[in-house]
């Protein structure tokens, strides 16, 4: 088969970064394929410049992931739900974090009121969690730190769908150790925030 011009390097790095592993840890792959046993859930922005693993500095392994635009959890989802019911009655984690990052664009795009396509059905969430603040959005005047503010609250409402989810609730019912966090993630110093308080 041939590969792609386009993503030889990709492949080449891939080569480097198995060989480097192996260097310092010749099972390190061997290990990994026998189980897969993470404590964390993490559900994130599938913005590129916010990588699970490298933000928490965790290897392979160690975090099962989920993705989409400004990290979204609606009981129609069956994508999200499926994931959520795999790590918590399968994996058993522990944790469940919500990560959001400020500058979304997805989130931005919310607040406007441009149309965008196809992807304004998902957005309309994010709406709705400005309509559910609005009275305290609407009083902070700066449009950057109202963006800021939607950026966080929508992590909160997340953690909220998540928390309300029959599969956590069941979880929390049966006594099983889990935890639902919301965090966000500043790329402008690579630093979270807890927002669980």
């Not at 041939?2 to 792959?29: G, V």
């Not at 990994?32 to 500095?57: E, F, M, T």
Request: net charge negative; aromatic share 8%.
């Amino acid at each position: 088969m041939h590969t792609p011009k386009k993503l030889t390097k990709l492949f080449d790095n891939n080569k480097i970064w198995a060989d480097s592993i192996r260097e310092s840890d010749p099972q390190f792959f061997y290990k990994l394929s026998k189980h897969q046993n993470p404590d964390y859930l993490w559900i994130g922005c599938a913005d590129s410049r916010v990588p699970a693993n490298q933000i928490i500095d965790l290897p392979p392994g160690d975090v099962f992931v989920h993705r989409n635009i400004a990290n979204v959890i609606v009981h129609t989802d069956l994508n999200a739900l499926s994931v959520i019911q795999y790590a918590v009655e399968v994996l058993k984690v522990k944790h469940i974090i919500v990560c959001g990052h400020y500058g979304c664009g997805g989130v931005r795009a919310a607040m406007d009121d441009t149309q965008h396509g196809l992807i304004d059905n998902w957005l309309r969430h994010i709406k709705d969690v400005y309509r559910f603040h609005e009275e305290e959005l609407e009083r902070i005047d700066d449009k950057e730190e109202r963006f800021h503010r939607l950026c966080e609250l929508n992590v909160v409402e997340q953690v909220r769908n998540i928390l309300n989810t029959t599969i956590v609730q069941n979880a929390i019912d049966n006594d099983q150790e889990l935890n639902v966090h919301g965090l966000i993630y500043d790329l402008k110093d690579g630093l979270l925030k807890d927002l669980s308080h």
